[in-house]
């Protein structure tokens, strides 16, 4: 993203000449302040409401200051990230009197600086405001502040210029738009791609728009199907987004229950031409992921009073208010806002330090907590580091967690992958280019468009990472399964859309053999946003979507969708079984989706199994009862913990039914062994139009729903 280039200014100041260290600069120039104190970069908050502080180990954007020479022959910083000028504020009471912060639209006195080298190539800056130096006094924690008589160790900084951009972009493929706030028609870019995806629901079309670090002021992104818009930067708020993004409803009637695979990723939003308020309109339902985002605002998730059924936060921040207004469901994990108002049916919190007051299953309250987020890793982002170059940010596992990890600045913790260690993959690419590049050891990028697989993808090296952006999609119609993965530590496969083709290939997805033994405790294989679809683009067909069967394996976002609408729709045209099987011990599933398959939608055979919300329609179009039973009664139940299980526990549990034909009924929603280490809480049933229903939420617990969502049947805590 940047390359800083301090010999320049250590020639001059070696030399002692201001007016030649002056001359290094234009009329205003991009340059990094690096303490000699501690060593650490000089950062400006993005919002500019708060003081600076050298507390930054590496350069980025928040670390950047345009240098301003004024006609009096002092300079002025300021801050790139938010175009705030840097002032030493005497004006603030004591303990903060001239401390600097960067919050001025202007230049006055108390933003001029005189720069005074020093002999050992640093430079010190003394403030117009009280003619005292700046320090970076590391008895307040490396704050910046203008009241040192004398030039000391700390009172020295390193002055280095920075060439702004990136380096030279990776070959992302046709698919993939990478924009900066000078590219030009850009706002013509951003609509040409909505307008091809608005309407796009089964098709071929993938797009993923890339945003380079800076602000982008006044402009508008909508969001259509199969389109992820993606920061670049190292850190949310080094792109900022002035203006709008948006997610407006599909359907007619502000109906957004088809919103469908769209997304967002690492990168601020203000959004000052949202619907009003200060708010950014999210109007979606399943497969959006919404991660790492920095909402300067409000968001409200539908549209104007529209149905929708969504959907997913994960390390999100939200300055001001989230409505979740009609929304039936939705997650939120390790996320932050000032306030939350709205409830569903089935509103899950999970490492949420902000959470709403009250209580499931208190209506307009069904709101179901849980204060730290046991284990995950997040999910891998591609940005643009201090020296230019692409590259993948993995995140470190992390237990007991609660809220986001970028906080104040702060770097998310983990590992930088160049992207030389990517292989970059596009659709043109066969399976057996992909096998070969996974066998050499390399990590996959995998870039937006459809991959007919003639073999399946095996993944055996341990730590390998596979990540997808817009939406990549996987098909095979030769009968092979998609993907296989070995029993081996620290898998990350994310951002990747699994679709059945015309032959059965028995799974989509197994991640582990049969008989996976090894404990992956300390270094567990993960699964982000990776979706399943059987039918809707075209008739499809497989008895399994997702098999787990590696230990402690973590699934961090999912939807399988038998499709219920589109192409090649059917009992008899997209014959599914099953969802979700689960053979591994100590699987953890976070934002599990699964809806309409054949039989159960979710077998769980392992123990120690952790599920923080569920959220299942059963299958609309079974021709009859007779036809759709199981060896336990009318129906099979949505989520099936098996007989043998010892340990397993769920929070937060949606079961709907929909049925097309009359007189069908489902016994149980959850049908799990009575132990009293088999726990359940927060569950909820609910029958959606006039036909039939479900009998109880759990095993023989809880009443039978009544139709068109009369009445909805809970169960707060089983056993």
């Given at each position: 993203m940047n390359w800083m280039r301090p010999t320049a200014f250590r020639r001059f100041l070696h030399g002692g000449a201001l007016a030649?260290?002056?001359?290094?600069?234009?009329?205003?120039?991009?340059?990094?302040?690096?303490?000699?104190?501690?060593?650490?970069?000089?950062?400006?908050?993005?919002?500019?409401?708060?003081?600076?502080?050298?507390?930054?180990?590496?350069?980025?954007?928040?670390?950047?200051?345009?240098?301003?020479?004024?006609?009096?022959?002092?300079?002025?910083?300021k801050a790139t990230i938010s175009g705030n000028f840097v002032a030493a504020d005497i004006g603030l009471a004591s303990p903060n009197t001239a401390r600097l912060i960067g919050n001025r639209p202007s230049v006055g006195?108390?933003?001029?600086?005189?720069?005074?080298?020093?002999?050992?190539?640093?430079?010190?800056?003394?403030?117009?405001?009280?003619?005292?130096?700046?320090?970076?006094?590391?008895?307040?924690?490396?704050a910046l502040v203008a009241n040192r008589q004398t030039v000391g160790a700390w009172e020295q900084f390193v002055l280095s210029t920075v060439t702004t951009g990136p380096g030279p972009a990776p070959d992302l493929g046709p698919n993939v738009r990478i924009l900066s706030p000078s590219t030009p028609n850009l706002q013509g870019i951003i609509n040409d791609v909505y307008s091809a995806q608005q309407g796009n629901h089964f098709g071929d079309r993938r797009d993923a728009i890339l945003l380079t670090p800076g602000t982008y002021n006044g402009l508008r992104i909508p969001v259509g199907f199969y389109t992820q818009v993606l920061g670049l930067g190292s850190h949310p708020d080094q792109v900022h987004v002035n203006g709008d993004l948006r997610s407006d409803a599909y359907l007619g009637g502000d109906n957004a229950t088809q919103n469908f695979w769209r997304g967002a990723e690492n990168f601020s939003v203000t959004p000052s031409l949202g619907i009003g308020n200060n708010t950014m309109q999210?109007?979606?339902?399943?497969?959006?992921?919404?991660?790492?985002?920095?909402?300067?605002?409000?968001?409200k998730l539908n549209q104007n009073n529209g149905w929708s059924s969504?959907?997913?936060?994960?390390?999100?921040?939200?300055?001001?208010?989230?409505?979740?207004?009609?929304?039936?469901?939705?997650?939120?994990?390790?996320?932050?806002?000032?306030?939350?108002?709205?409830?569903?049916?089935?509103?899950?919190?999970?490492g949420v330090p902000n959470a709403p007051a009250g209580n499931f299953p208190t209506q307009g309250q069904r709101y179901t907590k849980v204060n730290e987020t046991p284990v995950v890793r997040e999910k891998p982002?591609?940005?643009?580091?201090?020296?230019?170059?692409?590259?993948?940010?993995?995140?470190?596992?992390?237990?007991?967690?609660?809220?986001?990890?970028?906080?104040?600045?702060?770097?998310?913790?983990?590992?930088?992958?160049?992207?030389?260690?990517?292989?970059?993959?596009?659709?043109t690419d066969s399976a057996a280019t992909i096998n070969a590049q996974l066998a050499a050891g390399r990590h996959i990028l995998f870039t937006p468009g459809i991959y007919v697989l003639t073999q399946t993808l095996q993944v055996n090296n341990p730590?390998?990472?596979?990540?997808?952006?817009?939406?990549?999609?996987?098909?095979?119609?030769?009968?092979?399964?998609?993907?296989?993965?070995?029993?081996?530590?620290?898998?990350?496969?994310?951002?990747?859309?699994?679709?059945?083709?015309?032959?059965?290939?028995?799974?989509?997805?197994?991640?582990g053999p049969n008989g996976a033994s090894a404990s992956h405790a300390a270094n567990p294989t993960v699964l982000h946003d990776v979706f399943f679809r059987i039918g809707g683009a075209a008739a499809g067909r497989v008895a399994f979507g997702l098999s787990i069967n590696a230990h402690n394996t973590i699934v961090d976002h999912t939807w399988l969708w038998r499709a219920d609408h589109g192409a090649g729709v059917g009992w008899t045209s997209n014959p599914s079984s099953y969802g979700l099987w689960v053979n591994g011990n100590n699987v953890t599933v976070y934002g599990l989706f699964v809806e309409h398959f054949q039989n159960h939608q979710v077998v769980w055979n392992g123990n120690g199994g952790r599920v923080y919300f569920y959220q299942s329609e059963i299958p609309y179009d079974p021709p009859s009862q007779a036809s759709w039973n199981s060896a336990t009664g009318r129906g099979f139940a949505s989520y099936k913990v098996a007989d043998n299980v010892t340990s397993h526990e769920a929070w937060g549990l949606g079961v709907y039914s929909v049925f097309t034909n009359a007189n069908i009924l489902l016994d149980r929603a959850v049908e799990a062994p009575v132990n009293s280490n088999v726990r359940f809480h927060s569950l909820i049933s609910v029958c959606l139009g006039s036909?039939?229903?479900?009998?109880?939420?759990?095993?023989?617990?809880?009443?039978?729903?009544?139709?068109?969502?009369?009445?909805?049947?809970?169960?707060?805590?089983?056993?």
């Open positions: 030649a260290l002056l001359g290094v600069f234009g009329s205003t120039e991009a340059a990094t302040l690096q303490a000699v104190a501690n060593n650490n970069f000089v950062s400006a908050t993005a919002t500019g409401t708060s003081y600076l502080t050298a507390t930054a180990p590496t350069a980025s954007t928040w670390e950047q200051f345009e240098v301003v020479n004024n006609a009096n022959g002092t300079v002025s910083l006195g108390w933003e001029q600086f005189t720069l005074v080298p020093q002999s050992n190539g640093t430079v010190a800056l003394r403030s117009a405001a009280n003619n005292l130096y700046v320090s970076a006094d590391l008895n307040i924690g490396g999210w109007a979606v339902s399943q497969a959006i992921p919404f991660r790492r985002m920095h909402v300067r605002g409000n968001i969504g959907g997913w936060f994960s390390e999100v921040l939200v300055d001001g208010q989230v409505n979740s207004a009609s929304q039936q469901q939705w997650i939120s994990r390790n996320s932050q806002w000032g306030s939350w108002t709205g409830s569903g049916w089935n509103m899950v919190f999970v982002y591609l940005f643009i580091d201090a020296n230019g170059s692409y590259a993948v940010r993995l995140p470190s596992l992390r237990s007991n967690s609660s809220g986001i990890t970028w906080s104040n600045g702060a770097t998310t913790p983990g590992t930088t992958i160049p992207i030389a260690q990517f292989f970059i993959a596009k659709p730590n390998t990472v596979l990540l997808g952006i817009g939406f990549p999609t996987l098909r095979s119609d030769n009968g092979q399964p998609l993907m296989k993965t070995a029993d081996v530590d620290g898998l990350t496969i994310a951002g990747l859309f699994f679709d059945a083709g015309a032959t059965e290939s028995g799974v989509l997805l197994e991640v036909n039939g229903g479900i009998v109880h939420p759990i095993n023989s617990t809880g009443d039978q729903t009544a139709c068109n969502a009369a009445y909805t049947p809970t169960v707060t805590n089983y056993p």
